[in-house]
């Protein structure tokens, strides 16, 4: 018989044992965000994403990127191989330049393709929360069922990415 020690055993912050059912724990692996719009990290938000399969090698798309609310950037790719395409609808080349920078810095790189790297995030995000709201599902729980999957992959994403998908309140300023 093993003799119960009160020291292995965390108490809630008030000094006393949790009053809640073993189901639900006091803390979360994942930190809940501030309220936010499906693939928002920071002040950008990609919005009008399509897919479609018209490459060689593989599926390209088209979106826009807003920030603060504010449309600046239509991104594309067609699916041939090669980098996505960034053009500035506001005619200042600088909101392109300013959202590498900000994926350069959100995904702790220096080089080249951080910012699609950080398009492709944003999308797979408003796949998760279009994919959880539409069948009533638990966000948290249909994005750790997707990242186990992913780490199966040839290019699994980052630990990087995976804190950023889990919690995208860390890019906020």
Do not use: C
Not at 55 to 65: K, P, V, Y
Not at 120 to 129: G, Q, R, V
Request: no cysteine; net charge negative; aromatic share 6%.
């Amino acid at each position: 018989m093993t003799n119960f020690n009160e020291n292995d055993h965390p108490r809630a912050e008030t000094g006393k044992f949790a009053d809640k059912s073993q189901s639900a724990p006091e803390t979360s692996l994942i930190t809940p965000a501030r309220p936010r719009k499906p693939g928002q990290l920071g002040p950008y938000e990609l919005k009008n994403y399509k897919r479609h399969s018209a490459g060689m090698e593989g599926g390209g798309f088209t979106a826009s990127l807003y920030r603060d609310g504010k449309r600046v950037v239509a991104v594309s790719n067609d699916g041939n191989g090669g980098s996505h395409r960034y053009v500035s609808v506001t005619g200042d080349h600088s909101e392109v330049t300013k959202f590498q920078a900000f994926a350069n810095k959100a995904l702790e790189l220096g080089g080249d393709d951080s910012e699609d790297l950080l398009i492709e995030n944003m999308a797979y995000l408003t796949d998760i929360e279009k994919l959880a709201a539409k069948n009533g599902w638990d966000r948290d729980e249909v994005l750790e069922e997707n990242l186990v999957a992913d780490s199966a992959t040839e290019y699994p994403l980052s630990e990087r990415e995976r804190a950023i998908l889990r919690d995208p309140s860390i890019l906020d300023d």
